[in-house]
């Protein structure tokens, strides 16, 4: 599990602001956060990209969206809304190859994406 930096934080080798822990995920604050309020949602499982989840993963998935929104409303992003984003791959734009799902809020966001 250690192999990428979000598995290091998982296993306590590198240090992480975590704002929530359940048995199937953690939530942290982004190192370089990219809006006033920019949490991201790992699962505890790694799974390398979103392309790899399979139909074992739905519940999952689903947790983590429910987890998501929590934190959301515990950040006080609920009210005024908030993007939630999965980056997929190199194009996507993904860095790290263990899934996770940003939190970002605190300023109106824009579309379409870069
Ligand atoms: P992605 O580009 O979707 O793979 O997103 C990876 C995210 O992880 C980026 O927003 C990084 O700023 C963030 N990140 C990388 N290293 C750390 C770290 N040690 N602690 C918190 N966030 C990190």
């Excluded at 790899?52 to 739905?58: F, I, N, Q, T, Y």
């Excluded at 908030?82 to 799902?101: F, M, S, T």
Aim: proline content about 7%; charged content about 25%; some cysteine.
């Amino acid at each position: 599990m250690a192999e990428t930096v979000f598995g290091k934080i998982l296993a306590g080798e590198i240090p992480a602001e975590r704002v929530y822990e359940d048995a199937f995920c953690i939530v942290i604050r982004d190192i370089a956060p990219q809006a006033p309020t920019h949490l991201l949602v790992i699962p505890k499982e790694p799974i390398a990209t979103v392309a790899d989840l399979g139909d074992e993963h739905k519940e999952l998935v689903g947790h983590m969206t429910v987890v998501a929104s929590r934190v959301a409303e515990k950040e006080g992003l609920a009210d005024d809304g908030y993007r939630l984003v999965w980056n997929c791959k190199d194009a996507g734009g993904q860095e790290v190859p263990h899934i996770h799902l940003h939190v970002l809020g605190g300023r109106q966001m824009k579309w379409p994406p870069g």
